[in-house]
């Protein structure tokens, strides 16, 4: 853990479309960010006709852009925006019409919003950039990503990979990591990526982590937050609770006690399949703000 980070002031509203009211948690600490994370009411729609895929896509980032204007208006550096909150759990094919190809922001600076013509065709990647940019505050969504194949051992017969993908832009709207789950949960229509993913990026209030739902139970994720740099991980979910262990909140809670990290998880809310709760959870401190509350609304 850095020592300037001590403290990780929260805030959460709840939104009910244009009805929203604020809850905010502010720590008493001097060095502190302000996270925001959103549990997205999923839209379940799946399609094989590319423009009604096209059309899911748009109806989830419109709904995105005011939600990071909101966080941004109070104060928020980062949002973090839930697993399958863009797109559904659908078919492999219809899967496909959901991804762009990611650029690996190891080799290539890009920024979408700034790329406009580049990156015409890749609306996701396009619109998350100019959120951050436009309000100047980090973003974490997660999306489908594509990377053709052809010609490599074990390509699936489309031709390309496609995987479950964490995407972060700084606060130009810079692609700063790009993270693909490393351990699907029975998803068959995403790809195992073929080599370690790298989660970690620095922004100016700290060195992250960023890592998709099943991911933190595992090995790996304690391999890395081991490392004294990092002070926290920004977690994208769609997590189903269940009894006693799987809980979100209290296991989220838990986490950060036991790591002495700082952890934004944003889940779906879908009561349906027992996924929800959300919140901003701090070292010792436990939990700063969550939300768990299967109400099948939109919480901020
Ligand atoms: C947890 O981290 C804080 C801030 O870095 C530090 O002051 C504190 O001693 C740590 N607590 C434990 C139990 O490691
Ligand atoms: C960003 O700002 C530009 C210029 O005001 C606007 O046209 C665009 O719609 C905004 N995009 C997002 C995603 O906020």
Redesign the pocket.
């Known amino acids: ?3 300037r ?2 403290c990780a002031t929260a805030f959460l509203a709840v939104a009910v479309f244009s009805s929203w009211a604020v809850l905010t948690v502010t720590s008493t600490t001097d060095t502190y960010f302000t996270g925001a994370v959103f549990e997205f009411v999923q839209t379940q729609h799946c399609t094989s006709d590319p423009e009604e895929a096209m059309e899911v896509i748009q109806f989830n980032l419109d709904i995105f852009v005011p939600v990071a204007v909101l966080a941004k208006s109070k104060g928020a550096d980062i949002i973090v925006f839930p697993e399958y909150s863009i797109f559904p759990e659908c078919s492999r094919d219809q899967t496909a019409l959901f991804c762009e190809v990611v650029p690996d922001p190891k080799k290539v600076k890009a920024n979408p919003c700034v790329e406009a013509e580049e990156f015409a065709d890749r609306t996701t990647l396009r619109t998350l950039s100019c959120m951050a940019r436009n309000n100047s505050i980090v973003v974490q969504a997660n999306m489908g990503d594509m990377q053709k194949c052809e010609g490599e051992p074990g390509c699936p017969p489309e031709g390309h990979w496609q995987y479950n993908t964490n995407v972060v832009f700084d606060k130009d709207g810079t692609i700063i990591a790009r993270y693909r789950k490393e351990h699907l949960w029975q998803e068959y229509h995403f790809d195992l990526p073929q080599e370690k993913q790298d989660p970690k990026f620095t922004v100016d209030f700290g060195t992250y982590l960023s890592y998709v739902c099943f991911d933190i139970f595992l090995e790996r994720i304690i391999e890395e937050e081991l490392d004294d740099d990092v002070d926290g991980v920004l977690f994208s979910t769609m997590w189903e609770n269940t009894m006693p262990m799987g809980m979100t909140v209290e296991f989220f809670q838990a986490w950060v006690m036991a790591t ?1 990290l700082t952890l934004l998880a944003a889940c779906i809310q879908l009561p349906g399949q027992m996924a929800l709760g959300s919140g901003l959870f701090h ?2 401190y436990g939990a700063l703000a969550y939300t768990y509350d299967p109400d099948g609304l939109q919480n901020l």
């Open positions: 853990m850095q020592n980070i001590s002495n070292g010792q």
